[in-house]
């Protein structure tokens, strides 16, 4: 889960001036900053590196500016988000791109959401959600089965089964690679499908 912090104070002075709206917003460097360090440098979405640039990221309002305006300045309806193939044909899209201004049941930034709860992935990197109308998202909304995104987590549950074979009846050392994973200021790439294995094979639920 992505836990919000406190909001740039840039993004709080601008809501104060009359006529503000996110186009206005002159600051979007410090958004997709305090983003993408909440999100420990990881697309909301897909799980992939983000850099703080426009050419390389989106700002993603979870519930879109169309339908919901009033919205469109709250930081916690906003995530940072790959560019996911943009450019490219519908069917090679994916997170933001893809989603559009189509809602989604679940924000991964909303802890009463439980997001890790509501998805769980296979061996050959396929993400699922029990909940089938959440399932349905994950593939028509956001597209996160594509081959490339199904590769990428393959081989995150590939390194660390790896390493939890060496150490499987180790509780702690699952448990300190669990802490280590989670604390770091940084993730790497897909890092947190690991994290959800490691959790898994502890036999305890996502925090």
């Excluded at 697309?43 to 500016?65: A, G, T, V």
């Excluded at 309806?77 to 069917?91: H, Q, R, T, Y």
Aim: hydrophobic share 35%.
């Amino acid at each position: 889960m992505i836990t919000k912090g406190t909001e740039p104070n840039s993004l709080t002075q601008h809501r104060l001036q009359a006529h503000s709206d996110y186009n206005n917003y002159a600051y979007k460097d410090d958004l997709r900053a305090s983003l993408i360090a909440e999100q420990k440098g990881l697309c909301s979405y897909c799980m992939s590196r983000l850099h703080n640039d426009p050419l390389k990221m989106k700002i993603e309002h979870w519930q879109c500016q169309d339908a919901y305006p009033n919205l469109q300045l709250t930081y916690g309806n906003l995530l940072g988000a790959c560019l996911g193939g943009e450019k490219k044909s519908p069917a090679e899209q994916h997170c933001d791109t893809k989603k559009a201004n189509r809602n989604l049941k679940w924000n991964p930034a909303t802890k009463s959401h439980a997001i890790e709860a509501r998805v769980r992935y296979l061996v050959d990197g396929t993400i699922q959600s029990p909940d089938e109308e959440f399932n349905v998202q994950l593939n028509d909304v956001l597209g996160l089965n594509l081959h490339h995104l199904k590769n990428n987590r393959k081989a995150a549950l590939d390194s660390v089964l790896q390493w939890w074979h060496s150490t499987r009846d180790a509780r702690q050392k699952v448990q300190d690679q669990i802490d280590h994973r989670v604390n770091a200021a940084e993730h790497q790439p897909f890092s947190p499908v690991a994290i959800w294995f490691l959790r898994q094979k502890l036999g305890g639920a996502a925090a």
